[in-house]
């Protein structure tokens, strides 16, 4: 399956961004999905994941209540909504697709999208 993440940008603190994945060439529905980011000279952290059919999803205590991730499956295609953005969330977030669940393991994930940036400016 072939993933490609859209929707970053420059965005002040306080502000959002919905970040979409859309997939192609597999069974989306197949796939549990998940979000990752990585900020320069730092390793790539686990941000959400969601099983196959959009129910249960996960995310760390410090995403919840900002973060929300979700899909749609008749769309092949996966979200991430980011509300009141902080500096600290500045990276790129990549998407992934894999058969494991539940996971956290970036190692679990088999099939990656290329990133998109995200920068919040303070």
């Known amino acids: 399956v072939q993933l490609q993440a859209s929707g970053g940008g420059l965005v002040q603190a306080g502000g959002s961004l919905r970040l979409s994945c859309a997939a192609s060439g597999g069974t989306f529905s197949s796939y549990a999905m998940a979000w990752f980011r990585q900020a320069p000279g730092k390793e790539r952290d686990f941000v959400a994941a969601i099983s196959w059919r959009g129910n249960p999803i996960y995310l760390p205590d410090s995403m919840k209540g900002r973060f929300t991730i979700s899909r749609d499956n008749a769309k092949n295609t996966m979200y991430l909504q980011m509300n009141s953005l902080k500096p600290e969330d500045t990276a790129v977030y990549y998407c992934?697709?894999?058969?494991?669940?539940?996971?956290?393991?970036?190692?679990?994930?088999?099939?990656w999208g290329q990133g998109t940036q995200v920068t919040v400016s303070s």
């Open positions: 992934a697709a894999g058969l494991t669940w539940p996971t956290i393991q970036p190692n679990d994930y088999a099939y």
